[in-house]
């Protein structure tokens, strides 16, 4: 009988952490996000979709922004500097749906939806443990003045990922994003 009374203790002080743990987990994220339980978060899947008519959204681009730990001090002493890569994901599919792989070493992201005629839509979240697959759900918001939009929110996170060699970004994805700002330009102001 001791020894079952040691058992369900035991048992009892292992289920409470590991229910705290879950708990926490599942408050992190909002209701957009969905998550499976694994080591650490390696793939992000979801749907871009118009938040009034709930429509999928598949002729834009996700700008991907991931960022690596350097615990090494900066001048100032201050640890934890992160080093930033970016990337494109121009593989967004007519119903909406994407689907990304991120580094492993990477601890933070920076998910940044374009699509002509919304505002861009952003979503951060910093890789946890026990935290498996995402599934989020990007709900856009159609822009009430579009050439606004472009020109004060699009036109510099463009211009900062071209213009920045920090980001690493690749050369095809370079030609991309600056033939689509321009041809955005023109379209909107007659001008490239």
């Known amino acids: 009988m001791k020894n079952r009374k040691f058992l369900l203790l035991k048992t009892t002080l292992l289920q409470s ?16 996000l969905n998550f499976d339980l694994g080591w650490t978060t390696r793939r992000v ?17 996700i700008i991907v922004k ?10 100032a002493s201050e640890a934890g500097n992160f080093i930033p890569r970016a990337r494109l994901l121009r593989s967004l599919k007519k ?15 920076n998910l940044n939806f374009v699509e002509q005629g919304y505002e861009v839509h952003r979503f951060n979240f910093h890789r946890q443990l026990g935290v498996g697959n995402l599934h989020y759900v990007a709900k856009m918001v159609p822009s009430s003045n579009w050439a606004d939009e472009l020109a004060l929110s699009v036109t510099p996170l463009i211009q900062n990922l071209l213009l920045e060699p920090g980001y ?11 033939e689509w700002l321009a041809k955005q330009r023109q379209e909107n102001f007659g001008t490239e």
């Open 168 to 178: 690493r970004l690749t050369e095809p994805d370079q030609l991309f994003l600056g």
């Open 95 to 109: 119903d909406g749906s994407f689907e990304m792989d991120f580094d492993w070493r990477a601890s933070q992201f």
């Open 17 to 32: 952490p590991l229910c705290l743990v879950i708990g926490s987990l599942i408050g992190c994220y909002s209701t957009a």
């Open 45 to 61: 899947s979801g749907q871009v979709e118009d938040v009034v008519s709930r429509e999928p959204v598949g002729n834009g681009f």
């Open 66 to 75: 991931e960022f690596y730990g350097n615990f090494a001090a900066n001048e």
